[in-house]
């Protein structure tokens, strides 16, 4: 499997992504969680304390493995034909999660349309981590629509789009979805987080039917959730109604992970 997340910025979408990603690794599953924000911060949500989490490396800034992968012996130019095999290897860390994390960071460059080397390493390794392996791969990906026009997660089998009920987090759901379905990804859901009463859950069911989207979660807002966001402290998963509705996501998502590869 292989799960892009993506939505409005402060929608929950890190939130998500963690979850999973803690889901599918306590089910046994090898777990890659890829944070591809520009303010990483998906260690936290896998378990890493802030010391822990400000040690990791971003690939995109990491200059002596870009100038290993793709240095050449002639000045401004660069190597297109390289592994990355190894960076999986050597730059993920195991988090007490049970996923592994791979931080992929900024690259710093003139224009989308950049093929500097940072650009080529981080492209190269989400292609292969997304096409050529088999862990369960969960991309927290920049918020908003730029991803989609890098095509950063084109290969993916699943593009979840986090919304909360807020007519502006919607209006970005709604043109995410648009853009990934006319994309090769298989498919594209809808999923409500923060949910707090009936109100906005007819909101989130009425605007997927309008739009013809599949609403596949409506996450209830969560006072647990909140205060881990606020303060660290650690979620009561057995009681809380997020994680549960989170789990029944998971479980959906392997078992249409199961049909599909019959």
Known sequence: MKIAVSGKGGTGKTFLAGMLAARFAAGGH??????????PNLAL?????SDEAGT??????NDDLIRLKTGADY????????????????????TPSGA???VMG???????????????VVKALLRHLIVERDEVVILDMDAGIEHLGRATAEHVDTMLVVSDANRRSLEVARTICRMAAASAIRQVGLVGNRITGPSQ??????????????LLALIPFD???????????????EHSSAIHEIARLSCLLETGSRTENR
């Open 30 to 39: 090898p777990v890659i969680a890829i944070d591809a924000d520009p303010s």
């Open 75 to 94: 000045s401004g130019i660069f190597r297109l034909n390289f592994t990355v095999d190894d960076i999986i290897e050597h730059h993920t860390v195991l």
């Open 45 to 49: 949500t896998l378990g890493l304390s």
């Open 106 to 120: 900024t690259v710093r460059s003139m224009g989308s349309g950049c093929t500097c080397p940072a650009h080529a």
């Open 201 to 214: 859950e007819h909101a989130l069911r009425t605007f997927a039917e309008d739009n013809g989207i599949a």
């Open 100 to 102: 592994h994390l791979m």
């Open 56 to 61: 990791i490396v971003p690939i995109a800034e």
């Open 223 to 237: 006072q647990g959730v909140s205060e881990n966001g606020i303060s660290g402290a650690p979620i009561d998963e």
